[in-house]
């Protein structure tokens, strides 16, 4: 199993590669490499567990037993069985992986004492699967490993110490002879061998088990059978030989797996004389002038192997020089965007487990969302989308940029108001990408049609253009951010969200007070195309009005919903002063970051775009949320240093968002636009503003007398 700390990191697609050689003898000494090649993805949690191996295949190269990412389990819970995969390219490695939190943990669990505990627990691991039988059952537990290791994710350096536990013979074996298969078998019998090994190999049930027993009976026919059935194997003149995947490819030496193989062959059979078989391969095929077959001899031993209590001496940790860990800084292979994405993502991934266990990051990390305005507030909210994970960000304005835009707008520097100015919107692009090159930016050069500007006829088709680009940018993004500068301006982005049901977030901004708030759900519970639709399934669709009844109570306002004046030009007949916008310059971050925590909350509301709107009161209940309460509106003022939340219903005289006029764009479509655009009163005549004027207008109010007892007015 891979044993965690509270909190395990992992180095994802490092390979650390552990094999064996040695001059003489059995066995031999664990070396172990990193490949950089493959060093991104920092923290991941999938794949399956332990590592993987496979016996030689080239006469000049050992195989090489890999940790990859896809070795480490996805879930601390699963089972080992339901994970550990193998096939006849890669034979299943059971591990312990001790992953540390810290470089103090980690020099705990590697200095002397505590390395000598954990092989000794590990060893006693493999003596308890030998008594038990369960290495004869799986014998892929024979060859099991240790790591200890702690990533270094700030100056991404990977400290590590392999061991490979092996149970000491006392005294240790003695290897009398040891040549090529080829020569040790005859011509007949070579070739019997190597076909039953290739249709063992080839077999899924039998392919990832690395221990084995050949038999090879007088007439040269062989057998392969696995470990447990050893004593069937035993017959008439029969040659027994124990074979195993052997990852060397030295021709004096076998390889490492050998050696708890010879501790398991003497504790349960008590065998003096062993007959070995270094199973190895060229082109995926048994060679059996690769592979080698060798005896051992066997001494009495000092302790008594059959004792389940007395577990043999062990060793195993990998040779180090000065006898410290191994480090390998990866900084420097990585690829620099793979390390830009890791290194954002780390903070959120932070967040969710110490804070948040319940922020989904994947919806924020595939979430698009369209910044109408490249100002101000756009730069600012784009910023702080990017910080919450979001990668998918388009901006649409039409500006340039001014020499007195940089100080406030935060994507823009000298450079870009040089030459006329570049376009916001290409600006704002190139910055994002400078400063996250993984963030997928777009910028869309283009002036939104506002209600109270009329065109010449010669402008319509053009007009009706940007009109239906805007609508087709918002039906294929998840989230709108209104930041424009001027009222009407947001005017058709707000009908054409409230017509789709579209997340919906504007900020506004005084000279030092803000507007935060998200509109609420469209009237309609469908979302509509947008070309018209015949009259019965229009008022079909009158059914679902008000959405009052998905969550109860009324829907939430948008920003017109206050208003009893439809938008129009606000920039007519005013001086360069007063058609500047004039602001504190804190004010914008502050509105920008409440806009982007406000899409936050929502998306993390069980009821999203329909929840209802919360108040900072203790009593309100809200707070049960992961994020707190989720206002409607929240308007803030600076020389007050005060803010306050509010919630304000859809009205049914709304110039934007009300059944009404919903309803009208569904019927009448680009045309119905048009008309607002060239005369805004229609909006106020539509949704009965100016009967409502009109009305208020008629009110005569006789003020009584001061000498009047009562204190009354008579309308």
């Known amino acids: 199993m891979i044993k965690r700390v509270p909190y395990v990191t992992k180095t994802a697609e490092w390979m650390v590669i552990p094999y064996v050689e040695k001059r003489k003898g059995i066995g031999g000494s664990v070396l172990s490499v990193v490949d950089r090649n493959n060093g ?39 089972e080992p069985s339901s994970v550990v995969i193998s096939n006849r390219n890669r034979c299943a490695v059971p591990a312990t992986l001790y992953n540390s939190n810290n470089m103090e943990d980690f020099n705990k669990l590697s200095d002397d004492v505590s390395r000598e505990l954990l092989l000794k ?113 035993k017959g008439d003149n029969h040659k027994v030989l124990f074979g195993f995947y052997d ?14 193989f010879f501790a398991l062959i003497c504790s349960r059979w008590n065998l003096k004389k062993i007959n070995f078989f270094c199973y190895r391969e060229s082109r995926g095929f048994a060679d059996m002038g690769l592979s080698l077959i060798g005896e051992a001899l066997i001494e009495q031993q000092k302790s008594d192997w059959r004792d389940n209590q007395c577990v043999p001496n062990v060793v195993g940790w990998e040779l180090n020089k000065g006898r410290k860990h191994r480090s390998v800084r990866l900084a420097e292979s990585m690829d620099p965007t793979r390390l830009a994405i890791s290194a954002a993502d780390l903070n959120l991934k932070l967040m969710r487990w110490r804070a948040l266990p319940s922020l989904n990051l994947e919806s924020l990390f595939s979430l698009k969302c369209l910044l109408l305005g490249a100002g101000t507030l756009g730069c600012q909210v784009a910023r702080m989308l990017m910080a919450w994970g979001v990668r998918n960000i388009t901006l649409v304005d039409n500006g340039k940029v001014a020499m007195s835009n940089p100080l406030r707008q935060s994507l823009y520097t000298f ?68 930041l424009t500068d001027t009222r009407e301006s947001r005017w058709l982005p707000t009908l054409f969200c409230a017509n ?99 899409l936050v909350g929502i998306l993390h509301h069980p009821q999203g775009t329909y929840a209802k709107g919360d108040v900072n009161s203790s009593n309100s ?30 009205s049914t005289t709304c110039t934007a968002c009300c059944d009404i006029v919903v309803s009208k764009y569904r019927e009448k479509g680009m045309p119905f636009i048009l008309e607002a655009i060239n005369n805004s009163t229609n909006l106020e005549d539509l949704t009965g503003l100016t009967d409502l004027k009109t009305a208020a207008n008629a009110f005569e109010v006789d003020w009584v007398d001061e000498d009047e007892d009562d204190d009354c007015v008579e309308i």
Not at 48 to 73: D, I, M
Not at 247 to 260: E, Q, T
């Open 500 to 598: 789709t049901n579209k997340i919906t977030i504007t900020a506004a901004l005084g000279f030092d007070s803000y507007l935060v708030m998200r509109h609420g759900p469209g009237p309609f519970s469908s979302i509509h195309n947008s070309k018209g639709e015949d009259g019965n399934v229009l008022s079909g669709e009158m059914a679902n009005l008000a959405m009052s009844d998905k969550i109860g109570g009324s829907r939430l306002g948008c920003y017109f919903c206050n208003d009893v004046v439809a938008p129009t030009d606000s920039t007519a007949n005013r001086t360069l002063d007063q058609q500047c916008t004039v602001t504190r310059p804190g004010l914008a971050p502050i509105a920008s970051a409440l806009a982007v925590e406000l």
């Open 415 to 482: 450079q870009d108001c040089l030459g006329g100015g570049e376009f916001k919107a290409t600006a704002a692009v190139k910055s994002l990408e400078q400063i996250f090159p993984a963030v997928q930016a777009k910028g869309v050069v283009m002036s939104i049609p506002m209600p109270g500007h009329p065109v010449l006829p010669e402008e319509e088709k053009s007009v009706l253009d940007d009109c239906s680009r805007l609508q087709e940018l918002i039906d294929s993004h998840d989230v709108v951010f209104l």
């Open 621 to 650: 209940g809200a707070n049960e949320q992961p994020l707190g309460i989720l206002p409607h509106q929240i308007r803030g003022s600076l020389s007050q240093f005060s803010q306050m939340t509010l919630v304000g219903h859809s």
């Open 40 to 78: 991104h993805d920092l923290i991941r949690n999938e794949g399956k567990e332990g590592g993987f191996y496979a016996p030689c295949s080239n006469s000049r190269v050992s195989n090489l037993l890999s940790l990859r990412t896809e070795s480490l389990p996805s879930d601390s819970n699963e």
């Open 247 to 260: 990852p060397s490819h030295l021709p004096n030496n076998p390889g490492w797996p050998l050696r708890n």
């Open 121 to 233: 627990e590990e060893a006693k691991k493999i003596w308890d699967d030998i008594q038990s039988g369960k290495a004869l059952e799986d014998s892929s537990l024979l060859s099991r490993f240790l790591l200890i290791s702690y990533a270094d994710l700030k100056t991404w350096t990977f400290h590590y110490w392999f061991a490979f536990p092996a149970l000491l013979l006392d005294p240790p074996a003695t290897m009398v002879e040891l040549k090529p298969a080829s020569q040790w078998f005859s011509a007949e019998g070579a070739k019997s061998v190597a076909a039953a090994c290739n249709e063992w190999r080839s077999s899924k049930l039998t392919a990832g088990a690395p221990f084995f027993v050949v038999s090879v009976a007088s007439d040269a026919h062989a057998t392969i059978l696995p470990l447990k059935d050893w004593e069937a194997s």
